[in-house]
């Protein structure tokens, strides 16, 4: 199946900076990337949708100034968490639909990326 | 709304047992997909299986198969023979309206 990667895997930072993370579809194009936050012992909750070419979309409640999401290419999605604080150490998970498949089944996630902010 | 309902917090199974775990969703649109999936301690979402709206029977990839009635809104999940790698949290979705809406999940033991 199709491999959807995520860099880095694992991240601690300092109160205060900034974190980027990536996910890039390896053997597919996405026009549309999906970024998710995981709490510990809870449930995946969708952030944004990322948009080749135009702005993401954010859901509800999340701050599109602190989670900047940019979707440069048909495989490169980034997330940036701007002035990171401890409450947002979190589980991050992108997931990516193939393009091409005109299946709703075509949907792959990464492997995610453990933010620790401290 | 677009719902997900994952009522069982926790299951235990017996090893080579067959278990279910129960999904509901709502949704208001016509075509959507229904996925299951595993994510054991390591994080990543292992895909376990996948129902369309429109297709007539039920879906089954090797030990696991998804019962569909559509009438009831239901896509409850079947293991059989389970075994003690089986052992995870199990999150039922949907994809409709271009996301994903996903349940609180099932946290799956499997006893020796």
């Known amino acids: 199946g199709a491999v959807v990667s995520q860099h880095p895997s694992w991240v601690i930072c300092k109160s205060g900076t900034s974190v980027k993370i990536e996910c890039r579809s390896l053997d597919f194009q996405a026009t549309t990337m999906f970024w998710y936050r995981q709490f510990p012992k809870q449930s995946l909750m969708l952030m944004a949708t990322s948009n080749e070419g135009s702005k993401a979309t954010y859901e509800q409640g999340v701050e599109k100034d602190k989670f900047l999401i940019n979707h440069a290419s048909l495989t490169l999605s980034t997330l940036t968490v701007t002035s990171a604080h401890p409450e947002d150490s979190s589980f991050y998970i992108c997931?990516?639909?193939?393009?091409?498949?005109?299946?709703?089944?075509?949907?792959?996630f990464g492997p995610g990326t453990r933010l620790t902010v401290l | 709304a677009q719902k997900i309902t994952q009522t069982q917090p926790g299951m235990f199974v017996q090893e080579k047992e067959a278990v279910t775990l129960d999904c509901t969703y709502d949704?208001?649109?016509?075509?959507?997909?229904l996925f299951w999936y595993k994510q054991p301690s390591s994080g990543e979402m292992i895909f376990l299986i996948y129902q369309g709206s429109y297709d007539q029977q039920n879906a089954t990839e090797g030990r696991y198969s998804l019962n569909f009635q559509k009438a009831r809104k239901s896509a409850n999940l079947v293991i059989s023979a389970s075994q003690l790698g089986d052992s995870a949290m199990y999150f039922c979705a949907s994809y409709n309206f271009n996301k994903f809406y996903f349940g609180s999940g099932t946290k799956l033991n499997v006893k020796p």
């Open positions: 949704t208001s649109d016509p075509s959507y997909g």
């Open positions: 997931s990516a639909r193939d393009r091409t498949s005109g299946s709703l089944r075509e949907q792959f």
